[in-house]
């Protein structure tokens, strides 16, 4: 990933922060007739290894496993997309100065290289899908839990499906946020999206800290 200085993010809490808030990663591998990818929801175990350890499953019809299975050596690449925005040059004080602008898009984006570890097992799989439905309802008023759906069920949905363990050896983040504008054309970019319904709330507070403009 092209990481220029101004934009490169490496804080362990900021990373592993995106990744739970996005969850939903693409699994890209390499196949004999080329790149493989699929997207899939992962889960994040910090605690583990240097840099984390990720979570996922997949199901037992995709063939990505198997060629996981077949080349275990074989590095994958996650991709995992935070926030995202166009920015019109219209938000920028440059603009009404010298007109020398043009559009950009912001972004935050984590990627995270590892090999993978194919997992056969039901009870692995069972706490998967258990630690996965509690982190997706966990803050629900009314969560649902696995043990609401009859439990031949559920056994039955385990058997379709396959685990993923990857030890996270690389994790890289890019936070391209105008960090690199003048700051009166950040403070345009910010109070832009703020005013714009379609535009994202949380691009928006992230051009503001990232940029300096907590106290504007």
Partial sequence: MYEPPQFRETR???????????????LVSN??????????????????????????????????????????????????????AYVTPSWYETKRETGKVVPTWNYAIVQ????????????????????LT???????????AVTDAPAPFIQSQIKGIIGLEIE??????????SQNRPVADRVGVAQGL?????????????VRSYGGLDGN
């Fill in 12 to 26: 362990p809490e900021i990373l592993h922060g995106l990744i739970r808030t996005h969850p939903l990663g693409l």
């Fill in 134 to 144: 509690v982190s997706q309802e966990g803050t629900r008023e009314a969560p649902w």
């Fill in 112 to 131: 995270v290289r590892g090999t993978v570890k194919v997992m056969d097992d039901q009870d692995w799989l069972a706490q998967q899908i258990a630690d």
């Fill in 194 to 206: 703020e005013s714009e319904q379609h535009s994202s709330p949380d691009m928006a507070g992230l």
């Fill in 31 to 84: 196949g004999p007739e080329g790149p493989v990818a699929n997207a899939i929801p992962f889960l994040l175990d910090a605690e583990i290894g240097p840099n984390g350890r990720l979570r996922a499953h997949l199901a037992r019809a995709n063939p990505q496993w198997r060629l996981l299975a077949d080349n275990p050596a074989s590095p994958v690449l996650i991709v995992f997309q935070g926030s995202d």
């Fill in 168 to 177: 996270i050896s690389e994790i890289h983040g890019k936070w391209k946020v």
